[in-house]
């Protein structure tokens, strides 16, 4: 057999040859694929309780967060939120196109919430009447079906900008006591500034609503892709229309006190579909 190959001018090469044989030539070793680092990069930051994280993965690939699937960019990069109260731990799995597959168990810290009263708001907006109880529950539903949109737009890894500027009046996760009554918490950044301040988009997104709620007024909705959806209500003017596309930093109201409010200021809320996130951390310092 010996004799047979090297007759017909074939050389027996043994593995270390054909390795260096493989490098020499500017192609991957046999194997080198699949001998590759981890598949998932995924930063730790917003691995908290009300946190947001974006991460990436080879192209192609299948990501589960506690058996969901979750949408992959045509990039790699893909967005997982934690709700106010989510628990300790949580299960991520990737299967890239070739087979090869990694399972992460996420630690995710705990936060400490504050208490917030709120005293004075009028009565039927504290304990709606039946009408106006209705009129919640068809509006909650719609905004309910607005975030579960997963649309593949790509702003939700662009970076984030705040919309105004101005005094923290209320933070994601509070406790609210509402006329001495407590009630859900709180889950949104609240900034104090006057009615007609411009009000900007926080990232890239399209317009998903533009229209007055009970509780939150004149509010607008953005879908920046992958399931996040940012909220900004009370707003004295809507200069959106519903379909448009907007830049980040591009102006789509003036904030107000329109809805369920003590005073004007911007309610600015963050969702991963339905579940409610911090904005803060996302924001610049």
Not at 40 to 63: C, F, K, M, N
Not at 196 to 220: E, I, K, Q, S
Not at 249 to 257: C, F, H, S
């Amino acid at each position: 057999m010996i004799g047979r190959r090297l007759a017909l001018g074939f050389p027996t090469l043994g593995l270390p040859a054909l390795l260096l044989a493989a490098c020499a030539e500017g192609r991957e070793p046999p194997g080198a694929a699949r001998a590759a680092g981890p598949l998932l990069d995924l930063p730790p930051e917003g691995l908290t309780q009300g946190g947001l994280a974006i991460g990436r993965v080879p192209p192609g690939s299948r990501v589960t967060l506690d058996g969901r699937v979750i949408s992959v960019g045509e990039d790699g990069r893909f967005a997982v939120g934690f709700a106010r109260d989510a628990a300790p731990e949580a299960r991520l799995a990737v299967t890239a196109p070739d087979g090869r597959a990694e399972t992460r168990r996420l630690t995710i810290a705990k936060r400490d919430w504050d208490i917030q009263r709120l005293d004075g708001l009028p009565p039927k907006m504290v304990t709606p009447d039946a009408r106006q109880l209705a009129r919640i529950k068809a509006e909650q539903a719609r905004l309910n079906a607005l975030r579960r949109v997963d649309s593949p737009l790509p702003y939700f890894a662009e970076g984030f900008v705040w919309p105004t500027r101005g005094r923290i009046s209320g933070v994601y996760g509070s406790q609210r006591i509402l006329n001495g009554e407590p009630r859900a918490p709180h889950l949104g950044l609240d900034v104090a500034v006057p009615t007609g301040t411009p009000c900007a988009a926080m990232g890239g997104g399209r317009v998903l609503l533009a229209d007055n709620l009970y509780f939150t007024g004149n509010t607008v909705l953005l879908d920046h892709g992958h399931g996040l959806v940012s909220l900004y209500a009370h707003l004295s003017r809507m200069e959106v229309a519903e379909g448009a596309t907007l830049a980040r930093g591009q102006k789509l109201g003036e904030t107000g006190a329109t809805g369920r409010v003590t005073g004007p200021h911007l309610h600015l809320g963050l969702y991963w579909f339905t579940t409610a996130i911090d904005p803060q951390p996302l924001l610049p310092a």
